[in-house]
């Protein structure tokens, strides 16, 4: 049964910083990859950025791009989202999500993504 969990979000101030993390488990494939989308009220749901497990490559939003970093923990089965100089139109519940590839189509495709966490919400606020 795969399951993926967020946790990292809150509410910080504009110029702050957070970490996402997202924890998996049940994936039986030997590669696949992880993205993160937000979903910020009375909006669609967006992709942010997404990893693959074998190789690393990444791919990235222009919104996040030069403040998002997306990483990987194979060991620990956790892929992170550290999010820097935070602006208040980053506020959404964020999501990770599973899938075969992460490419530039993929990263932004959220109906290519099979199984879905909870989310976490991120509020960036004076």
């Known amino acids: 049964q795969v399951q993926l969990v967020e946790s990292g979000g809150g509410l910080v101030q504009p110029g702050g910083s957070l970490r996402l993390s997202c924890a998996y488990s049940g994936f039986t494939l030997d590669y696949y990859a992880i993205g993160w989308f937000r979903q910020a009220p009375g909006k669609e749901r967006e992709g942010v950025s997404c990893?693959?497990?074998?190789?690393?490559?990444?791919y990235y939003a222009d919104s996040g791009k030069g403040r998002f970093t997306i990483s990987r923990d194979n060991a620990k089965n956790t892929v992170y989202l550290q999010m820097n100089s935070l602006k208040p139109e980053d506020t959404a519940v964020y999501y990770c999500?599973?899938?075969?590839?992460?490419?530039?189509?993929?990263?932004?495709?959220?109906?290519?993504?099979?199984?879905w966490g909870q989310g976490t919400q991120v509020t960036v606020s004076s």
């Open positions: 990893i693959s497990s074998n190789d690393g490559t990444t």
């Open positions: 999500a599973d899938n075969r590839l992460c490419t530039v189509q993929a990263m932004s495709t959220a109906s290519e993504y099979e199984y």
